[in-house]
T-cell receptor, first 113, second 112 residues
Framework: EAQVTQNPRYLITVTGKKLTVTCSQN?????MSWYRQDPGLGLRQIYY???????DKGDVPEGYKVSRKEKRNFPLILESPSPNQTSLYFC????????????FGPGTRLTVT | AQSVTQLDSHVSVSEGTPVLLRCNYS??????LFWYVQHPNKGLQLLLK??????LVKGINGFEAEFKKSETSFHLTKPSAHMSDAAEYFC??????????FGAGTTVTVRA
């Protein structure tokens, strides 16, 4: 089944404790991106990747890192999480940046205390 | 710069009655426009898209949207709501450099 998977789905952590949220897709997509969803703000892009080893900042990259060492994986790293990073995070992928349809993962709900 | 405004944060309808979700956009060029749906605890799913072809766009599950350039609107409609339509809906505009801007979302509640 074609899908985007994220782990973990739920995470509660404390300020400053490094964490990684994994994202994997099995559709051989070149383009992958991370979004955060906050009430009343819709989705905002954090980082995106056009292909392996090619990443770039989205609208709200501060406090986040990403890497794209393999085509299928695009982990999101929070080196020192803070409470304002409490949010719902989505990973998405598509064949290319120009492709119309993005496939979204199920989301990761992160709480930083 | 581009932006999207969803005019209603919450819409409540009775099952079997029409649904209207309103979306206005601003863009300095001819945009591509999308509606996505998010069911509880799920990721977003593409409902329909407008990409400068026909102005009336049909999507999945009986939804359709009409692009009106003069009104800068892209409202989503469905003639008869079903309980399974209860979800959050996002209007999205895409720029020429493929950047997506999401609206704040409209939550749809369907009453039995």
């Amino acid at each position: 089944e074609a899908q985007v998977t994220q782990n973990p789905r739920y995470l509660i952590t404390v300020t400053g404790k490094k964490l990684t949220v994994t994202c994997s897709q099995n559709m051989n997509h070149e383009y992958m991106s991370w979004y955060r969803q906050d009430p009343g703000l819709g989705l905002r892009q954090i980082y995106y990747s056009m292909n392996v080893e090619v990443t770039d900042k989205g609208d709200v990259p501060e406090g986040y890192k990403v890497s794209r060492k393999e085509k299928r994986n695009f982990p999101l790293i929070l080196e020192s999480p803070s409470p304002n990073q409490t949010s719902l995070y989505f990973c998405a992928s598509s064949f290319s940046q120009a492709n119309y349809e993005q496939y979204f993962g199920p989301g990761t709900r992160l709480t930083v205390t | 710069a581009q932006s999207v405004t969803q005019l209603d944060s919450h819409v409540s309808v009775s099952e079997g009655t029409p649904v209207l979700l309103r979306c206005n956009y601003s863009s300095s060029y001819s945009p591509s426009l999308f509606w996505y749906v998010q069911h509880p605890n799920k990721g977003l799913q593409l409902l329909l898209k407008y990409t400068s072809a026909a102005t009336l766009v049909k999507g999945i599950n009986g939804f359709e949207a009409e692009f009106k350039k003069s009104e800068t609107s892209f409202h989503l409609t469905k003639p008869s709501a079903h309980m399974s339509d209860a979800a959050e809906y996002f209007c999205v505009v895409r720029s020429n450099d493929y950047k997506l801007s999401f609206g704040a979302g409209t939550t749809v509640t369907v009453r039995a």
